[in-house]
Nanobody, 116 residues
Framework: QVQLVESGGGLVQTGGSLRLSCVAN????????MAWYRQPPGKQRELVAS???????QYAASVKGRFTISRDNAVNTMSLQMHDLTPEDTAVYYCNARSFFNVEFWGQGIQVTVGS
């Protein structure tokens, strides 16, 4: 079983920056594909960015150039550096892990609010 714990959310003004972190407890982090999803108010959950076990990254078009996903296998941590935030980035952000055996795990979610 894998427990994912997000941190770093909060309130920021338009144009500001935040850094989200996700620590994975248990499981085999090195052999897991990781991702950040978000769910804006009243909308469906959407993929924000992903980073594979081989560190290949992908981004949603809406965040490309503003967000950077990274991972540190030494401390079982994935991060999302977010710049130039806008109110459209307001959402609950979720950490996601997909194990080598294709089992999926989710964090509890963390709120990011961007004020106008």
């Amino acid at each position: 079983q894998v427990q994912l714990v997000e941190s770093g959310g909060g309130l920021v003004q338009t144009g500001g920056s935040l850094r989200l972190s996700c620590v994975a407890n248990g499981g085999d982090f090195r052999r897991s594909d990781m991702a950040w999803y978000r769910q804006p108010p009243g909308k469906q959950r959407e993929l924000v960015a992903s980073i594979s076990m081989t560190t290949r990254t992908q981004y949603a078009a809406s965040v490309k150039g503003r967000f950077t996903i990274s991972r540190d296998n030494a401390v079982n941590t994935m991060s999302l550096q977010m710049h130039d935030l806008t109110p459209e980035d307001t959402a609950v952000y979720y950490c996601n892990a997909r194990s080598f055996f294709n089992v999926e795990f989710w964090g509890q979610g963390i709120q990011v609010t961007v004020g106008s």
